[in-house]
């Protein structure tokens, strides 16, 4: 291409991210399927100090372990990559030109919100409205919001969707708030601490991915 200095430049694509869900992830980067594909840490460890650094996986490192080292040494190789939650060493993308393989893994809305916490939200309404007897008032307040720009209306009432793909999901997050506060809006006096706990709960939920 031709540059601003007057000079012409071949100018090639650096893979930077590579946006899958884990099970994906864990097929390219041969790791095990309760192994994180930028940090090696157990499996046991995910759920324990948030705070505590990991190493980043070297996955040069491996591929040389698993192409370099001696016949008697294939045992002890396994054993290593067993305690790294890896199960190939030789990662395809080790050798590509300024590709770290540790850094492709990225968050994304589809596979970390859409379908992370609001399937947690949807069950989790669902259940709450059934006990209050109101889902009933939420299909009716789920059908009648109009249609607005990038606001797809759905056809169907809430509890007649069957599949929640990407699309669904990420319309229950622009209006679940406003129509779970619809159909809590005439709480009676000892309703109305849990009716406004749960809109705050899934405000706290949904509000992060309105705002990305």
Known sequence: MDCADGKTRI?????????ADHVKHAALHGIGSKSCPKYEVLC??????????????????????ALSHEPGQVARIVEY???????????????????????LHKLDLLHNIYFGP??????????FLQKHKLDPAFDDAWKEIP?????????????????????????????????????LRNPHSSQFPNFKSALNCVSVLVDPSLMA
């Open 44 to 65: 046991k460890a995910l759920c324990g100090n948030p705070l505590k650094m990991y190493e980043t996986r070297n996955y040069i490192l491996y591929r040389q372990k």
């Open 147 to 183: 249609p607005y720009p990038r606001l797809s209306v759905s056809k169907k009432a809430y509890r007649e969707v069957t599949q929640w793909q990407g699309k669904e999901m990420r319309r229950v997050g622009r209006g679940i708030s406003a129509r779970l506060a619809s159909a």
């Open 118 to 127: 609001f399937k947690h939200i949807v069950k989790w309404v669902v259940g």
């Open 11 to 19: 100018c090639c694509p650096i893979l930077s991210a590579w946006i």
């Open 81 to 103: 990559f067993q305690q790294v939650g890896l199960k190939i060493g030789n990662n395809a993308l080790a050798r590509r030109e300024r590709v770290n393989p540790a850094d």
